[in-house]
């Protein structure tokens, strides 16, 4: 198995040291270290490892023989209580780390002394322009700086030894609702960035910036803007499959999370996001492709050109993205060596490219799904019409649903055993077309279905039953055979982005609060550690005076911990966010302190007597402006505050203060005014407290339960 051919070779040559020999290297980031990262174990210098993306260590001091010695090194707790999904960088002996609110921690690696911080003071209305939490996935690094994203859409370089503002730019239209969750990656000085904000209404594109001073250098677009002349090829070719003033909504296509590059190709592969709104009906009038939406792209990191695209959702219609984790590898493919690039994204379907021509070469569905039954021989799904929702109108349960068959959580590839390790999800959504849609260019989901209308009724049984059809589990994926070698199913479906070593083992963490290490070549479970909270970020692994440690971060938070209760969908209890980072190392004995109680305030609402008319407005207006925050149905998260047991909500003055006025804007409760009428706030106060009423009474019986079964 190759790594990336001569230029690689080359750079390693020129280098003039033996990379991996000692497990410090002292001075700046450079090209030669970039490429040849996968020489280098003993530092993690980007977001997966490798420009391939593998998140593959090989380091083996840690393996399956010992791994049941590991034990807690040190830890650290953040200061934010919401979701961690961050990529630990180690370099030198020193571990940098961004937390929730885009704040960033440099730790000694070896001992844990905290060495700086930064915070970059996000305002705290951006908290509403996010569709999944308030979360930073890591750092890029060249030369002596770091570079981060921030929520509010700046790039930040940040002095690797202090933590000082080298510079400071803003990215994105900060009017519109961007925003940056996705970590920075850095190409021969050129720092790269997406955006996310598709649910609200904007237009998607990557650009790169100056490493040493932030200047633009390029900027691509995903989907087409209004019709012009000067646009680039590729963006009028793609402007035919396009249909109505879809520029009007923005298009969406956002790159808001997954990058590879390919030196020897001088390949850098992007993930585009879904159609902004989600309905294609009212995006693009007509139907049509809608390229780029849902794609990998392949451009050239020097200039921003389009090289080729491969679309794996066309016409997508269910937040189907394929921002999904890009990981590259060379692996034999019917008797011959292929340069591939592999991708699950969240359509359900695992796809195996020729990362040189973008050719199609094999995709099977990873989970069960019901909107296609396969894909063609050129590699186009063969759609199940009446999950066409965009064009019957009608509503339809469709599997996966918009959380996807596997969402950001970055898979990991064992080039040994040959196997792809996907953080698989399986949920299903009931899409209900909205009639009369308009946008909001302010406030609230823009996407054209109605998100209240598969609210789960207050029935405990039923509630319960839905819940046990959520599932999560880690899938090793046989790429060549496109087939599971071996599954470990978790009970909870929200689980950690993972990591592969030269050990021989593949670590994960998961929503029951476990961070785990399996036996890569079978699933055997072989370690595993009570991190008392939910863990959904990817481990790394490193050296500091040749000793290996591997390092997690913990913090229960993102789009599906937004969106349950934590009680009944998780099905084993409310799930707790203690944000920390975790390191470990063999022999190791330190001990996280007890954890705490998760409390909640008894649901004890006013009493619900408003007509049903203001109640369905409530529960209209909740459900396309506060259930992306608070929960579809008002079930509460255990990440935000619960609105059935919100003082505010007996007190219509208090609640229009908070909703209208915008009285804890610091906190992330921007203001609504402009999207919700003062009426329209007060019958969602109707909806919330008949939503409290009916779930009182289901705790209850749920209580009873519990009783019952002790």
């Known amino acids: ?84 999904e961050a990529t630990p960088l180690v370099m030198d002996g020193k571990l940098y780390v961004t937390s929730a609110w885009s704040k960033v921690f440099a730790f000694d690696a070896a001992t844990g002394e905290p060495l700086w911080s930064y915070d970059p003071q996000v305002p705290g209305e951006t908290g509403v322009k996010a569709c999944c ?13 770091l570079f981060l994203g921030t929520l509010d859409g700046r790039l930040i370089a940040l002095d690797r030894d202090t933590g000082e503002v080298a510079w400071e730019k803003v990215t994105v239209d900060q009017s519109q609702s961007y925003t940056v969750t996705g970590a920075p990656r850095v190409i021969d000085g050129k720092v790269l960035i997406g955006n996310g904000g598709a649910e609200f209404g904007v237009r998607g594109y990557i650009a790169a910036y100056d490493a040493l001073d932030g200047e633009e250098l390029w900027r691509f677009y995903t989907v087409p803007g209004e019709p012009d002349e000067k646009d680039p090829e590729y963006l009028k070719a793609a402007a035919e499959t396009w249909n109505g003033d879809f520029w009007k909504l923005g298009g969406g296509g956002t790159v808001w999370d997954s990058m590879a590059y390919d030196p020897e190709l001088d390949l850098l592969y992007i993930g585009v996001g879904n159609g902004s709104p989600w309905n294609r009906a009212y995006r693009s009038p007509g139907g049509g492709d809608n390229l780029y939406l849902s794609s990998i792209v392949a451009i050239r990191p020097e200039t921003g050109e389009y090289v080729w695209h491969y679309q794996t959702t066309p016409g997508e219609t269910w937040d189907y993205t394929a921002t999904q984790h890009i990981v590259l590898a060379d692996i034999e493919i019917d008797g011959r060596e292929r340069q591939v690039l592999m991708q699950a994204p969240k359509n359900g379907f695992f796809y195996v490219l020729d990362r040189a021509t973008g050719e199609f070469i094999s995709a099977e569905p990873y989970i069960p799904l019901n909107w296609a039954t396969g894909v063609d021989d050129d590699g186009r799904p063969i759609e199940n019409p009446e999950t066409r929702i965009d064009q019957t109108g009608e509503p339809a349960l469709v599997m996966p649903g918009p959380l996807g068959g596997h969402n950001w959580h970055p898979m990991a590839y064992h080039p040994g055993e040959n196997l792809v390790y996907i953080p698989a999800f399986e949920a299903a959504m009931l899409y209900v077309p909205q009639a009369n849609w308009k946008p909001d260019p302010a406030r609230g989901f823009n996407i054209g279905f109605d998100m209240g209308a598969g609210d789960l009724p207050p029935d405990l049984g039923f509630r319960q039953e839905v819940g046990a059809t959520v599932k999560g589990r880690l899938l090793a994926w046989d790429p060549v055979n496109q087939e599971a070698r071996w599954t470990v199913e978790h009970p909870g479906a929200w689980n950690g982005g993972l990591l592969a070593t030269g050990g021989g083992l593949v670590f994960q963490g998961t929503q029951e609060a476990s961070f785990n290490a399996y036996d890569a070549s079978n699933g055997e479970r072989l370690w595993s550690f009570d991190a008392q909270t939910g863990v959904v970020a990817p481990p790394i692994a490193y050296t500091v005076n040749g000793e290996q440690y591997v390092a997690v971060l913990a913090g229960w938070g993102g789009a599906l911990a937004l969106a349950s209760d934590g009680g009944i969908i998780a099905k084993d209890g409310a799930v707790r966010n203690i944000s920390r980072l975790l390191v470990f190392k063999l022999g190791s004995t330190a001990q996280l302190p007890p954890a705490p109680e998760l409390a909640k305030a008894p649901l004890d609402p006013p009493p619900s007597r408003a007509d049903a008319a203001t109640i369905e407005v409530g529960r209209a207006a909740y459900a396309r402006y506060c259930s992306v925050c608070h929960a579809p149905g008002a079930v509460g998260s255990t990440v935000l505050p619960d609105l059935r047991r919100s003082g505010a909500l007996e007190n219509r003055m208090a609640w229009q203060q908070i909703v209208h006025d915008g009285a804890l804007s610091g906190n992330g409760m921007a203001s609504f005014e402009g999207s919700l009428s003062p009426e329209q706030i007060e019958a969602i106060r109707a909806y919330v407290i008949k939503r409290a009423n009916e779930d009182k009474a289901m705790e209850a019986e749920l209580a009873k339960q519990r009783v019952a079964r002790r």
């Open 1 to 84: 198995m190759r790594w990336f051919g001569w230029s690689a070779l080359s750079a390693l040559a020129l280098s003039g040291c033996d990379l991996g020999v000692e497990d410090e290297r002292v001075g700046g980031i450079d090209n030669i270290r970039l490429i040849n990262a996968g020489d280098d174990p003993a530092n993690w210098i980007t977001h997966g490892g490798t420009y391939s993306e593998q998140r593959f260590s090989p380091l083996d001091q840690v393996n399956r023989d010992n791994v049941g010695e590991l034990g807690l090194a040190w830890f650290a707790d953040m200061d934010t209580a919401r979701g961690q």
């Open 133 to 145: 939490d308030v979360v930073n996935r890591g750092l890029a690094a060249w030369g002596e700086n």
